[in-house]
Every structure is written in structure tokens, then in C-alpha cells.
């Protein structure tokens, strides 16, 4: 007994110091980020809807299980370790008397029959990981498994030690059985099939194995302890934290303001040696993004969704977060050095990873090309399990690289130049802003000064509807259609400028900052309270961002007005058009703002429309690449998303494919026009 006690103890005492320390290590290294008050705030005001996000995402589960099988896999685990935390008990009370039970319950059919099953569950769990990784297999099938570029042999090695849990646990419960000391008389049907196998050993054989199995439960399970903390496994400490502190109700749609030292930095007043501009290095990423990069699963959910890495280009959101980690651990004992003496002595090896530029061509740890990929989609945040905030990563480099290093794709640059001296990304000028009103057989009322009391919303028609001839018909059409329903709308006209939205997703926080300001003020001027946007990208810019700069609206799609319109019988689709027809939802309609029902709805009130659905829509919707500001930058490397999704739609066979975004319309438009009077209507 005292042998089985003293061991018992000692592995577990050495396993917590080991364990510990790494935590303690971990814990300074998030810490020399940037600090983040305002997630702890919103934890503060929140406490019941963090609860609910805990419950929901951590024990829930939910995101894990939208994908069916290996969601299933990984609950039947969680959920079972969970479970056998009893178990934990029961060994360590083991260690100090062979009879012990958890006291009120230890004796409780019920417990040991939910334990082994529990049990079982893991085993399956585990099983199927083995079958999935085994298909998925990176180096047979390449880019398209979604574990190119994970440490697959730490995987390995994390499900051999699982298995080793719960053999040892089910061997040392069988041989309990034989020896009489097992708490539970009936129910542990696991634990009593393993009994049955080991009882031809007999009584003194099975004591032994009690004692051998019991230790071997015990190491394992501190082996297990000390391999999560040095491994991906950490997710199982780390991702309950890295919810609660997520962005709620999740990092899409808005993208946060420019912080630095945990203020909202003020262009005004911001000290270049002092303030942090974007993500430069690692250490101006906050302890938030820091607890991202090592809460990573290496799952490749994120990377499966990806539009950019589906087409072929450098950019894994998974790969981001694995290479911004690296570069954090191998350069974590230069950041937690106490002084300049101490890094002076650090291996030659570690003052070459502090010196490796954040994102640069030759030698950085992120290439450029990964970073001017990306088309904020939000597949990959959509996706991620343990919510992991790329774009915000992704968009914080761009900050940088725009603002300090001023280094862009260089075909980006009238684009900011035109925002910044013309107020539209074409350079048009605002007096070009009102031509498609003249356009129309009814008067529209331009808002000179504030808006008249009987006016119901004030129409954001966008920069592209109101200059881009294909965008202006929708216009056109919208304003047709609010005007027959007898809705009360105005316009800014030259009033409207750009809402920054392009100047912001490519990093140009400044621009942004100037557009938004401007147009804030003149919302606010006009008394705008309603306002509806046709163009996605405005949506979500008015209603999720403008707050952020003291502008805040009742922001409505013109996809949603139209749908109440129609659901009201103040619009009536009456002209049959008997087509067969596929939408394509806009990303930041869609998954930035879950807008996915409305123009659904107006589709389906279309009498003789045959409405079908692409294999990626809704949530899993696959992207135009025009977000992220790729509108304005070349598409130089793999194959064009936008031929991709082209592809996608034409394998239905549609006679047209509808959007609801101008972005969209231009991005489908050019590949269906290239197909000549064969192609589908866009
Ligand atoms: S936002 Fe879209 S394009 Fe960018 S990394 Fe995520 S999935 Fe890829
Ligand atoms: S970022 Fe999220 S989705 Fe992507 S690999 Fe890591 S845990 Fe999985």
C-alpha cells in the first residue's frame, strides 16, 4: 500500500512541476503581448452570455459537431474525459485504500455504467480519428487534406496516449473486479468484460495487475498531462479561455479599431516610438492573439475552407497561426528576458528568430503574398472550434505593412489615392454620385441639410451603385421597387462618399478613419436613422463599424426590406420567369452578417423560378474574391477564385446566377460574360 502510494504521488508531483512550469512559461509569454483591456470589459458585462457561449461552444460542442463525423469523434472525447474525471478520483483514492468510492455515489450503479460507457465512447472516438487521419492522409493527398502543414506525429502520439488511458483504466477496474475491492456491483459492463478475460489469472495475478494497471493509469495520465501542455493538445486547457475571451458573438463582420497599450489609437496624437501601428512584430500582438496561437487545434478546418488556399495561393489560415506560433516559442526567451545582458547571452539561434522581420520576402516568418491573399472571407473564422480570430491577425499585418512600411501590392495604390482625394475608388468624383437618379421616370429627394420627418429610410447607395454601370441597374432597380411599394426614401447624392470599407480591409486605417468621420457627420447632420444599403460591404461597414465613431443606425440590406415588402403584399412578383437559378451568397451579407434568408425568400415569391443551391452556400458559401480589398489588387498566383466559383454554379446548369452585391455581380459577371450568349445572365 505504501509502495503504491509513494509512486502514485511521486509521478504525479513530478508530472504537476513539469506541467506547471510550462504553464507558468506560457502564461509570461502571453503576457508580454499587448494588453487587451477591452475583452476583459466585455467579460465583465456579459457574465450570462459567457456562460451561455461556454455551454454552448465548450460543452456543447456545436461547432465541432456541423461536422458530423469527426464532430461526433471529437464530443464522444471530450465529453468522455469529462466523465471519467470520476475516474481520476476513484485511482487517486485507490492509492490510499484499495475499497475506496467516491463518497454518496461511488457505489451507484448508474455511475459505473456511465463511466465504462463513457469509456467506450472515447475508444470509438479515437477509432474514427485513426480512419479520418488515415484518409486524410497529407502526404498522399497533399494540399487537399485538411492536415497539410499540422504536426501530424504529435497527433499520433496524443491518440496512442489516449488509448493508453483508457486500456489502462478498464485493465486495472477488471483485475479490481477479480480481487473483490471494485466499487460498483453491477453497470461497469466494460470493466466487467475485461474481468472476465483476466479471471482465468486468478486472485493473486489479478492483485498484482490491480496495483501494475492502477500505477499505469496513473502515469499515463500525467504523461498526458505533461504532453498536452508541450503539444497542439493544449486546445484542452486553453480553448474554454480563448472563447470566453472571442469576440462576441464572433470576429466577423466589424474589424476592430487600431489599439495600442490598450487605447484606441488616436492618429492626432500617436507617438511612432512609443504606439503600436498594426502587427509588426510579434510582441504587438495582444495576450489575446497570443492565447489564439497556442490554442490552435491544427485541426485544418480553417484551411479546408479557405478560398485562397482552395485556388492555390501561399495563404492557410491554419499555417498562419502554426507559423506566427513558432515564431513566438522560438523567440519567447529574448521576449521574457529580464535585460538587454540577459539577450546579449541567448543562444545565437534565438537572437536570429528575434530579429526575423514579422512579414517580409526573405526570411520573414509571414511572406507577403500570404497576407494580400486573403479576402476576409471568414470561412476560416466561421469555422475555427475554439474561435480563433485570423482576420483580425491577418488585417493587424496589413495595418503595419500599409502604415510603417508602407509596402502593398502596388496596383492598390490609385485605389487609395481616389479614396483619398475623390472619395470613390474609381476617382469619379461626387458629382457623379446623382446621374442614375436623372436616369429614372420619378423624383427621388436628394437630403439637403436633415431629412424630411416623412421620409422612412435613407438609401445608401454605395460607391459602385452609384457609378458602376452593372451595379447602377440594380440601383435603379431598387429605388423602381421601393418607389412602387409606396416606401419613403431619400438620397445623400454628392453627399455620399466611400465608407472606407476598402481603405480599411487593406490595412489603410487612416483613409478609413477620414471617410468614416466624414460620413458619420453628415449621417448624424442628416438625422439619419433608418438606413437601408444595397451593397454588402456599406452594410456592414454603417452597421457594425460606424458605431465604433459614434454612428449608430437601423441598418437593413435591401435583400431584407425587399423580402418584408413582399412579405406584406406591398410588393408583388407577378411576371413569371421560368428559369432555373442559383444564388451566391455574398460573404459579408452571409457570414459576416448571417443575412442568408432574405434574398431566398424574394427568389422564391418569383413565380416559375426554379431556385437550386450550389454545394457551398450559406455558412459554407465560398467566395467572389473580391473582399479583403482583392477588388483592387491582381490576382497573380493559382487559379482565379472567382473562375472557381464560376465552375460551381455552372455545374447546376443555371440560366442565371443572382448575388445581392455589387462586388459580387463585377467578380461572377466577367467569367459568365466570357462565356458569350451560351453563358448564364448574372
Ligand atoms: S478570411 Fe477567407 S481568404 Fe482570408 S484566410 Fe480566412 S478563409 Fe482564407
Ligand atoms: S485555426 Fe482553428 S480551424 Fe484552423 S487549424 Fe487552428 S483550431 Fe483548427
Given at each position: 500500500m505504501v509502495l503504491r502510494m509513494t509512486v502514485g504521488l511521486a509521478l504525479t508531483a513530478i508530472a504537476l512541476a513539469v506541467a506547471g512550469r510550462r504553464l507558468w512559461w506560457l502564461k509570461r509569454l502571453a503576457f508580454s503581448g499587448q494588453p487587451a483591456p477591452e475583452r476583459v470589459a466585455a467579460v465583465r458585462a456579459h457574465p450570462g452570455r459567457d456562460v451561455e457561449t461556454q455551454a454552448t461552444?465548450?460543452?456543447?460542442q456545436r461547432k465541432l459537431l456541423k461536422w458530423s463525423v469527426p464532430g461526433a469523434a471529437h464530443a464522444a472525447t471530450f465529453w468522455g474525459f469529462i466523465v471519467l474525471l470520476l475516474t481520476i478520483i476513484e485511482a487517486y483514492g485507490n492509492l490510499f485504500s484499495r475499497t475506496f468510492a467516491i463518497p454518496g455515489i461511488g457505489h451507484w450503479a448508474f455511475i459505473g455504467f456511465i463511466e465504462d460507457l463513457f469509456a467506450v465512447g472515447v475508444l470509438a472516438g479515437i477509432a474514427t480519428f485513426t480512419v479520418i487521419r488515415l484518409r486524410n492522409n497529407p502526404s498522399r493527398e497533399g494540399r487537399k487534406s485538411r492536415f497539410f502543414g499540422s504536426h501530424t506525429r504529435a497527433a499520433w502520439v496524443v491518440l496512442g496516449m489516449i488509448f493508453l488511458v483508457i486500456a489502462t483504466l478498464l485493465l486495472y477496474r477488471g483485475a479490481q473486479i477479480n480481487t473483490g475491492v471494485?466499487?460498483?456491483?453491477?453497470?461497469a459492463f466494460a470493466s466487467e468484460i475485461v474481468g472476465h478475460w483476466l479471471h482465468p489469472l486468478g486472485t493473486g495475478v489479478n492483485s498484482v495487475l490491480e496495483v501494475v494497471f492502477l500505477l499505469g493509469q496513473i502515469a499515463v495520465v500525467m504523461a498526458f498531462a505533461v504532453i498536452v501542455v508541450y503539444s497542439k493538445h493544449l486546445h484542452i486547457a486553453l480553448a474554454p479561455l480563448n472563447v470566453l475571451f472571442s469576440r462576441r458573438p464572433n470576429a466577423l463582420g466589424p474589424l476592430e479599431p487600431m489599439r495600442s497599450n490598450g487605447k484606441v489609437l488616436d492618429f492626432e496624437e500617436a507617438d511612432p516610438d512609443t504606439?503600436?501601428?498594426?502587427?509588426?512584430?510579434?510582441?504587438?500582438?495582444?495576450w489575446k492573439g497570443l492565447l489564439d496561437m497556442a490554442t490552435c487545434t491544427e485541426c485544418g478546418r480553417c484551411q479546408s475552407q479557405c478560398p485562397a488556399w482552395a485556388t492555390g495561393k501561399p495563404l492557410s489560415p491554419k499555417q498562419v497561426i502554426l507559423d506566427l506560433r513558432d515564431h513566438a516559442f522560438a523567440k519567447a526567451p529574448y521576449l521574457l528576458a529580464a535585460s538587454d545582458d540577459e539577450r546579449e547571452k541567448l543562444p545565437d539561434d534565438v537572437k536570429k528568430e528575434a530579429e526575423r522581420p514579422l512579414v517580409g520576402k526573405d526570411g520573414g516568418v509571414i511572406d507577403p503574398d500570404v497576407i494580400w491573399s486573403?479576402?476576409?472571407?471568414?470561412a476560416c473564422v466561421e469555422e475555427c472550434p475554439v474561435d480563433i480570430e485570423h482576420i483580425d491577425h491577418i488585417d493587424g499585418m496589413r495595418r503595419h505593412q500599409v502604415l510603417i512600411e508602407s509596402a502593398f501590392p502596388v496596383e492598390a495604390a490609385g485605389m487609395l489615392r481616389n479614396l483619398e482625394n475623390k472619395g470613390d475608388p474609381w476617382g469619379m468624383g461626387e458629382m457623379r454620385r446623382a446621374e442614375w437618379i436623372t436616369e429614372l421616370d420619378f423624383e427621388i429627394p436628394v437630403v439637403d441639410g436633415t431629412i424630411d420627418p416623412e421620409i422612412e429610410y435613407l438609401f445608401w447607395v454605395g460607391c459602385a451603385g452609384a457609378l458602376e454601370d452593372r451595379a447602377k441597374k440594380t440601383t435603379k432597380a431598387i429605388a423602381t421597387l421601393l418607389h412602387t411599394a409606396g416606401v419613403k426614401f431619400a438620397v445623400l447624392g454628392p453627399a455620399e462618399t466611400c465608407t472606407g470599407d476598402p481603405a480599411r480591409r487593406i490595412g489603410n486605417e487612416f483613409v478609413f478613419s477620414m471617410l468614416a468621420q466624414q460620413n458619420v457627420e453628415t449621417l448624424n447632420e442628416a438625422g439619419a436613422k433608418k438606413v437601408v444599403a444595397s451593397c454588402p460591404h456599406c452594410f456592414n461597414t454603417i452597421s457594425r463599424e460606424y458605431p465604433q465613431l459614434g454612428g449608430n443606425y437601423e441598418v437593413i440590406h435591401h435583400t431584407q426590406l425587399l423580402a418584408r415588402l413582399v412579405a406584406e403584399g406591398r410588393l408583388q412578383p407577378v411576371t413569371a420567369v421560368e428559369e432555373k437559378l442559383t444564388y451566391h451568397d455574398p460573404c459579408f451579407l452571409g457570414r459576416h452578417n448571417k443575412v442568408y434568408t432574405p434574398p431566398r425568400e424574394i427568389l422564391d415569391a418569383v413565380p416559375g423560378v426554379e431556385a437550386t443551391e450550389m454545394h457551398?452556400?450559406?455558412?459554407?458559401g465560398f467566395c467572389c474574391g473580391a473582399g479583403g480589398a482583392r477588388m483592387w489588387m491582381e490576382e497573380r498566383i493559382g487559379k482565379r477564385i472567382n473562375t472557381e466559383r464560376i465552375e460551381e454554379a455552372l455545374a447546376l446548369e443555371p440560366d442565371t446566377i443572382s448575388t445581392a452585391c455589387p462586388y459580387c455581380l463585377v467578380m461572377l459577371g466577367d467569367p459568365c460574360r466570357l462565356l458569350g450568349p451560351s453563358g448564364p445572365l448574372l
Open positions: 461552444e465548450v460543452i456543447g471494485f466499487p460498483y456491483k453491477h453497470g504606439d503600436v501601428f498594426g502587427l509588426g512584430k510579434i510582441e504587438d500582438f495582444t486573403c479576402t476576409n472571407c471568414g457551398r452556400c450559406k455558412e459554407r
